[in-house]
């Protein structure tokens, strides 16, 4: 009988809705990080660093992008004959069918797909956080414990604990208390979202909780364990790690990538970062143009100003353009004269000649205050911005606009501008 010690379930299905426009088209793994990668990158590459060779990923909402970015998971070396990489989307199945309603049930319909490899160990990641961990040290932490269920959990302030699952611990790092995003935490420990199980006690909790509506690894399988008596231990991990969830954090993560000394290292030799990369022509940079501090992706064209940015493979940034704080994604053209301000501009996007994005006072958004705001402007992918038009602060953009669209070639801070038939 083949099997496998550990196995990554790594759950990848998020719609992402803080990130707005940015994610109407695709998963929230599949956005664009760091010029070069997507979201899920980081995960992956730390399941291969960790020596974790299979990896089923759990997809559900708009899964295209995803799945071909994956493929049979040649750039993390997961094209394995026995295990490897695999995309789990939710499937007919003869006596009912259903989405996946929570993180637990995704991994409960999967069941099958687990016992293939007779794993002793299964890991629970996220497909939406950038870090780099090795699983493997926490798994010999679990074994040392004699844990049946290890959560890794990091230290942030007391006041932002509330909006995390919160781990209580005793002596040795046991868990005694778990609470799901508390108002009045008892600990700053607030649990990453990344489990390990020994299997047969993850699996008898899927199974004594398969009728559990929208079944959630923190509200639901956690409390279960903890109420059965099992161990359950804490792994404190204080290494770098975001959360790129809302716009405000996902800009900043890409802004900390270009740090004097960054506090994430995208250029570490020991333990690499893999991405499926097209196959494209170096960056050009003409003798005009001024770039400071910034990653440029490969296939770039650069004839204007660029300052503190992450730019994608395939941009062109016209002459007389000037760009500042800002992550322009692949396959963008920025007009002649723009000047472009503390922006996320998505894929494919065409912005015009004269276009001037970021000005003006910081109003927040009228229609969606908690997602469009930290003073940005966000454009959603395929979007086209007409010669000559003004945007202001915390505005978002998405569609093939026209003149006719900016009253007085101007959209106000706050305002949002989605065409029909896009989404916000």
């Not at 094209?79 to 499937?91: E, M, Q, S």
């Not at 993850?202 to 279960?224: N, Q, S, T, V």
């Not at 997602?371 to 003004?390: H, N």
């Amino acid at each position: 009988m083949r099997k496998k010690e550990m196995i990554a379930m790594l759950l990848a299905g998020g719609q992402g809705s803080r990130l707005g426009v940015l994610t109407a088209k695709v998963a929230k793994p599949a956005v664009a990080f760091g010029g070069k990668y997507r979201i899920i990158d980081f995960p992956l590459s730390n399941c291969i660093n960790s020596g974790i060779d299979t990896v089923g990923v759990l997809t559900q909402y708009q899964p295209l992008r995803l799945n071909t970015h994956i493929g049979i998971g040649i750039p993390w070396d997961l094209d394995r004959n026995f295990g490897g990489v695999t995309i789990l989307p939710p499937y007919e199945k003869s006596s009912n069918s259903e989405w996946y309603t929570g993180t637990a049930n995704a991994i409960y319909q999967n069941l099958d797909y687990i016992e293939n490899f007779h794993p002793d160990y299964v890991l629970i990641l996220s497909g939406d956080h950038i870090y780099k961990m090795d699983y493997e040290i926490m798994l010999s932490y679990h074994k040392v414990c004699h844990a049946d269920v290890t959560i890794a959990a990091m230290p942030v302030p007391i006041e932002e604990a509330s909006r995390f699952g919160v781990v209580v611990t005793g002596e040795g790092g046991k868990i005694s208390e778990f609470q799901e995003k508390p108002p009045a935490p008892k600990s700053n420990l607030a649990s990453m979202g990344i489990y390990i199980f020994s299997w047969p006690v993850l699996k008898e909790a899927l199974l004594a909780l398969r009728y559990e509506p929208g079944c959630d690894f923190g509200k639901h399988i956690i409390p279960y364990c903890h109420e059965k008596g099992r161990r359950l231990f804490a792994y404190e991990y204080n290494g770098y790690w975001k959360d790129v969830g809302t716009l405000g954090s996902y800009w900043e993560a890409n802004m900390e990538l270009i740090d004097i000394i960054p506090e994430f290292n995208l250029y570490e030799e020991f333990w690499k970062i893999y991405t499926n990369s097209e196959i494209l022509p170096p960056q050009y940079i003409s003798s005009q143009a001024m770039i400071n501090r910034s990653i440029i992706g490969n296939g770039s064209e650069i004839y204007g100003e660029v300052h503190n940015c992450v730019i994608g493979s395939g941009v062109v940034i016209e002459e007389g353009a000037v760009v500042r704080d800002s992550i322009i994604m692949k396959d963008v053209k920025i007009g002649k004269n723009c000047v472009i301000d503390k922006s996320i501009i998505a894929e494919s996007c065409e912005i015009g000649n004269h276009v001037v994005l970021g000005i003006g006072s910081d109003l927040p958004n009228k229609l969606k205050p908690s997602v469009y705001s930290f003073g940005l402007v966000t454009i959603g992918e395929k979007s086209v911005i007409p010669d000559s038009v003004q945007v202001g602060k915390n505005t978002a953009i998405s569609g093939v606009t026209s003149k006719d669209d900016y009253p007085d070639g101007l959209l106000e801070s706050g305002e949002t501008l989605i065409k029909a038939g896009e989404r916000i």
